[in-house]
């Protein structure tokens, strides 16, 4: 005689809470993709919707008319974020953990310095000033690399990190077998700290992506145009048109009516967010320890 197992309701519930935040967290990027391939004027008579009234693909051929462009914005976007994280990873655990240890007799003026810099800031005129007059990167491929390259915060979780994950033990050993700073730190530190840097390195890669912002203040060779500065541009170009189509002749204002304006500002959103939504399940495995214990209290 067969016997039905018995429905355990605390774990359907929970499984069902846990599908409806995932459906809650996935639905407002179906959202974006099924407008970004929305008709532009099926929205302005439906509305927003996942799945489109009216196929089309006009936003995307729109923002690709200068192909080449995209291309080049998103391969130099690319090997910006890449190159920026790596240096700019290597940096922070490289100060970092001098901080971290007790025999380091100058970590108190260097932690205070750290600490001074969070409070307070130069401010953009120094800023700028410095990076044009004194750097000079001003134009040039460093001027998107530099500016990102040291966070005071991200020294600080570091620090704490590599305190709280790398017992003196092993440093002492590795001392006693002959072992120098930069051996130990390459060889057994930087393993140990993983988790932690792949965490910062997760919010390092965000920041490099999402910048426009050093575009606007420091670039202005349109070969150095990174992918969210020439997307912003578009779609700044977009609202310009449509808020002055009738200043413009009747030809031109009939063609500034047909361009895609909501369903290409969700296509630019998919352009962008890709490689970031790719990258993230690496460092997913590393993200909850690292970002544990390196937010712990001192």
Same mark, same amino acid.
């Given at each position: 005689m067969s016997t039905s197992k018995r429905i355990d309701l605390p774990t359907v519930a929970k499984h069902a809470a846990f599908l409806l935040i995932c459906f809650l967290c996935l639905y407002p990027l179906a959202l974006v993709l099924g407008i970004s391939f929305s008709d532009e004027l099926e929205i302005a008579k439906t509305g927003f919707s996942a799945i489109p009234a009216k @196929?089309?693909?006009?936003?995307?051929? @729109? *923002? @690709?008319?200068?192909?080449?462009?995209?291309?080049?914005?998103?391969? *130099?976007?690319?090997?910006?974020t890449v190159v920026g994280t790596a240096v700019s990873t290597l940096i922070i655990a490289m100060f970092a953990y001098p901080l971290s240890r007790k025999d380091f007799r100058q970590r108190k003026f260097f932690n205070g310095t750290i600490i001074l810099t969070m409070l307070f800031s130069g401010g953009l005129i120094p800023w700028f000033m410095v990076c044009v007059n004194v750097l000079h990167i001003n134009d040039t491929i460093f001027a998107l690399i530099l500016p990102y390259l040291m966070s005071p915060w991200y020294v600080v979780i570091m620090r704490t990190f590599f305190k709280s994950s790398i017992p003196d033990s092993i440093i002492e050993s590795a001392k006693m077998d002959g072992a120098g700073e930069l051996r130990i730190f390459f060889s057994i530190v930087i393993h140990l700290a993983a988790p932690g840097m792949a965490t910062i390195a997760l919010f390092t890669t965000i920041t490099y992506w999402n910048d426009y912002w050093i575009n606007m203040t420091l670039v202005n060779d349109p070969m150095l145009y990174n992918l969210q500065f020439l997307m912003m541009r578009v779609q700044m170009n977009i609202q310009y048109l449509s808020? !002055?189509?009738? !200043? *413009?002749?009747?030809?031109?204002?009939?063609?500034?009516?047909? *361009?895609?304006?909501?369903?290409?500002?969700?296509?630019?959103t998919i352009i962008t967010i890709g490689p970031i939504v790719l990258a993230y399940p690496f460092f997913q495995r590393f993200f909850v320890k690292g970002i544990t214990i390196g937010s712990l209290k001192e």
């Amino acid at each position: 005689m067969s016997t039905s197992k018995r429905i355990d309701l605390p774990t359907v519930a929970k499984h069902a809470a846990f599908l409806l935040i995932c459906f809650l967290c996935l639905y407002p990027l179906a959202l974006v993709l099924g407008i970004s391939f929305s008709d532009e004027l099926e929205i302005a008579k439906t509305g927003f919707s996942a799945i489109p009234a009216k @196929f089309s693909t006009k936003a995307y051929e @729109f *923002l @690709f008319t200068s192909a080449d462009t995209v291309i080049r914005a998103y391969a *130099l976007t690319i090997f910006v974020t890449v190159v920026g994280t790596a240096v700019s990873t290597l940096i922070i655990a490289m100060f970092a953990y001098p901080l971290s240890r007790k025999d380091f007799r100058q970590r108190k003026f260097f932690n205070g310095t750290i600490i001074l810099t969070m409070l307070f800031s130069g401010g953009l005129i120094p800023w700028f000033m410095v990076c044009v007059n004194v750097l000079h990167i001003n134009d040039t491929i460093f001027a998107l690399i530099l500016p990102y390259l040291m966070s005071p915060w991200y020294v600080v979780i570091m620090r704490t990190f590599f305190k709280s994950s790398i017992p003196d033990s092993i440093i002492e050993s590795a001392k006693m077998d002959g072992a120098g700073e930069l051996r130990i730190f390459f060889s057994i530190v930087i393993h140990l700290a993983a988790p932690g840097m792949a965490t910062i390195a997760l919010f390092t890669t965000i920041t490099y992506w999402n910048d426009y912002w050093i575009n606007m203040t420091l670039v202005n060779d349109p070969m150095l145009y990174n992918l969210q500065f020439l997307m912003m541009r578009v779609q700044m170009n977009i609202q310009y048109l449509s808020a !002055n189509a009738a !200043n *413009l002749g009747a030809a031109s204002a009939e063609i500034v009516r047909n *361009l895609p304006s909501r369903s290409a500002q969700m296509a630019m959103t998919i352009i962008t967010i890709g490689p970031i939504v790719l990258a993230y399940p690496f460092f997913q495995r590393f993200f909850v320890k690292g970002i544990t214990i390196g937010s712990l209290k001192e």
